[in-house]
């Protein structure tokens, strides 16, 4: 098996492949700078500017499967540009793929994996989404999410697999969200988001990095749940986070208003809530490891624990 994924340095990119180095699973990797460019045995790199529709098509080679996770973060100020630049990384990052294909032989792929964003699904704190569900958020990131996956799905007319994985909040100590939420937390000045009963449909990194391999070994197709079997509430997720770092909370929630003065329209994140099912992908077979945020959590900060005690061990016996 050799899988080719795009985002391969981003924050799920660089799970996917520490997964599949302990699996034995060649990969090759697209970038778009040519000093980051690595090859080894089983870790190959390849430029591309997707910008320019340019790549390099030695990154097809052996390929079984294609992992897509390319794209600009939502995670700044959404000005006109910054807009412009997340839709079109997502758009053409997908036709610079496509138009590789078009002039190789793709018949060793056997499966195609775009990530996408449970953002695509309507804010509501009574709703619980399914794959099945039709209806769009009204919102610039569900209007960005539903042209990916319609993006996506023209890879339906090559002769392979194709797969779309909706991801929920990821949980990592390595980068995303937890991180820039525990923040405050640890400087005394955490609070929950407005009510704090907005849904927040999450998924530790190590579960999210075997789905997408689960899905390529499987052969899936369709659209799949990238989130762990019990969403909590905002007020939750703040009160556990706090509890694993051992810090009160002493402020009130902090108002919408608030936020927007301060992040603009992308503040609209911190108060929409999907809660979205995982029961799709567990009924193909898939096994959560962390299906409860409580063990989430403690794995994520157990592990980093752990490591500070170890360092300050081998200091200690360095010093003696």
């Known amino acids: ?116 964003a449970i953002g695509i699904y309507p804010d509501s704190l009574s709703g619980y989404y399914s794959e099945e569900e039709k209806a769009v958020d009204n919102s610039f990131l569900g209007e960005v999410v539903h042209a990916w996956e319609k993006e996506a799905d023209t890879f339906k007319n090559y002769n392979f697999n194709v797969a779309k994985i909706r991801i929920g909040l990821v949980l990592s100590k390595k980068g995303g969200a937890l991180p820039e939420m525990a923040k405050p937390i640890k400087n005394y000045v955490g609070a929950a988001f407005g009510t704090g009963d907005q849904w927040q449909s999450w998924i530790h990194i190590r579960d999210l990095s075997r789905l997408f391999l689960f899905v390529a070994n499987n052969k899936l197709q369709g659209v799949f749940n990238g989130v762990a079997p019990n969403p909590i509430c905002n007020n939750k997720l703040v009160k556990e986070i706090a509890k694993q770092l051992n810090k009160p909370l002493v402020l009130p929630n902090i108002p919408q208003f608030v936020m927007k003065l ?3 329209e992308m503040s609209y994140i911190l108060f929409a809530s999907q809660r979205v099912s995982s029961k799709k992908i567990e009924e193909e077979g898939f096994i959560f490891h962390y299906q409860n945020i409580c063990k989430a959590l403690e794995a994520i900060y157990f592990s980093e624990n752990k490591v500070k005690q170890d360092n300050a061990v081998s200091q200690t016996e360095s010093l003696s």
Not at 15 to 44: F, G, H, M, P, W
Not at 72 to 101: E, F, M, P
């Open 262 to 264: 301060v992040l603009g």
């Open 1 to 116: 098996m050799k899988i080719l994924i795009t985002g391969a340095t981003g924050l799920v990119g660089s799970a996917i492949v520490e997964l599949c180095q302990k699996k034995n699973i060649d990969v090759n990797y697209l970038s778009t700078s040519k000093n980051k460019i690595v090859t080894n045995s089983n870790y190959k790199g390849f430029y591309w500017d997707p910008s320019k529709g340019e790549i390099d098509l030695g990154c097809f080679d052996g390929v079984t499967s294609i992992i897509n996770l390319a794209g600009v973060s939502i995670s700044k100020r959404w000005t006109k540009s910054n807009k412009k630049a997340i839709l079109n990384s997502r758009i053409d990052s997908l036709k610079t793929l496509r138009n590789g294909l078009d002039k190789v032989d793709s018949n060793t792929i056997e499966s195609f994996i775009s990530a996408s």
